[in-house]
């Protein structure tokens, strides 16, 4: 599996991004979930959203609930994370990552393949 993540960039405090995730070499079924994590320069690896590649279940982190949107669209193979009001604090590399574990998983551990990471830099 090969995930590339995009649409990161450098907006202020209070804009959106949305971000992309393109996974290709495998036919994804409904039970993979696909997420987005992030990691701050000189700080772990944090889950943010995931959702299941069915589309009928998704999970957030508290810090970006009712501001972050992740969605699929299985035609295009993409799964996108829709971020609003973006905060200094959102800073960081996003990246996109699959988990065939049951379930939607929050652990970085649950998830095998990963993509290559897009910045996201929020001045405030």
């Known amino acids: 599996v090969q995930l590339q993540a995009s649409g990161g960039g450098l907006v202020q405090a209070g804009d959106s991004l949305r971000l992309s995730c393109v996974v290709s070499?495998?036919?994804?079924?409904?039970?993979?979930?696909i997420g987005w994590f992030r990691q701050a320069p000189g700080k772990g690896r944090d889950f943010v959203a995931a959702?299941?590649?069915?589309?009928?279940?998704?999970t957030y982190a508290d810090s970006v609930k009712g501001r972050f949107t992740i969605s699929v669209d299985k035609a295009k193979n993409t799964v996108y994370l829709q971020m609003n009001s973006l905060k200094p604090e959102d800073t960081a590399v996003y990246y996109c990552?699959?988990?065939?574990?049951?379930?939607?998983?929050?652990?970085?551990?649950?998830?095998?393949?990963w993509g290559q990471g897009t910045q996201v830099t929020v001045s405030s």
């Open positions: 990552a699959t988990s065939s574990v049951s379930g939607i998983s929050i652990l970085t551990a649950a998830y095998a393949h």
């Open positions: 070499g495998r036919t994804l079924i409904n039970r993979y979930s």
């Open positions: 959702i299941k590649w069915s589309g009928n279940s998704e």
